[in-house]
């Protein structure tokens, strides 16, 4: 049977592991918008248009997203050392939720000419809304984690 001091610190090499995969999946998106595109033109109902939409939406949200993955990893790093109800966890999850209503306002802007991206933005910002919830939660813990801490 697992120890629970074992658990956590797995769980968060999972988490790194994604991270990265993520990142490289984003990087390899990068590259790879160029020739999807060329088969997406190959779509009767494809213009040009789309075409320069997507890859301005694309490179676009490659800013928030990888300061997502970036501050995702230095959350979880916190959480690793045992700083769960710490003021910066506050701050990255404020940054998380900000890149998710970037990218949401980012793929909005690109639903004028590609519809379709509307599952992003509505992806986008349930995220950002699941994270400012969370992020409440975090901003109320805190003093009541100071409190527990001055009376052990």
């Known amino acids: 049977m697992n120890r629970p001091e074992t658990v956590p610190v797995r769980s968060i090499?999972?988490?790194?592991?994604?991270?990265?995969?993520?990142?490289?999946?984003?990087?390899?998106?990068?590259?790879?918008?160029?020739?999807?595109?060329?088969?997406?033109?190959?779509?009767?109902?494809?213009?040009?248009?789309?075409?320069?939409?997507?890859?301005?939406?694309?490179?676009?949200?490659?800013?928030p997203g990888f300061a997502l993955l970036a501050t995702m990893w230095q959350l979880l790093t916190r959480l690793g050392q045992r700083a769960v109800f710490v003021p910066e966890n506050v701050k990255s999850l404020t940054v998380i939720q900000f890149c998710c209503f970037t990218a949401c306002l980012i793929c909005l802007g690109g639903t004028f000419v590609l519809p379709t991206l509307f599952i992003l933005v509505l992806a986008t910002a349930f995220m950002g809304l699941v994270v400012r919830i969370v992020r409440q939660v975090f901003r109320q813990a805190i003093p009541m984690q100071d409190e527990l801490d001055l009376t052990v």
């Open 13 to 63: 090499l999972l988490s790194k592991a994604m991270i990265l995969l993520f990142a490289l999946a984003l990087a390899a998106l990068d590259v790879g918008i160029w020739p999807l595109t060329k088969l997406f033109q190959r779509l009767p109902f494809w213009s040009s248009n789309h075409t320069l939409t997507l890859i301005i939406c694309l490179y676009l949200c490659n800013l």
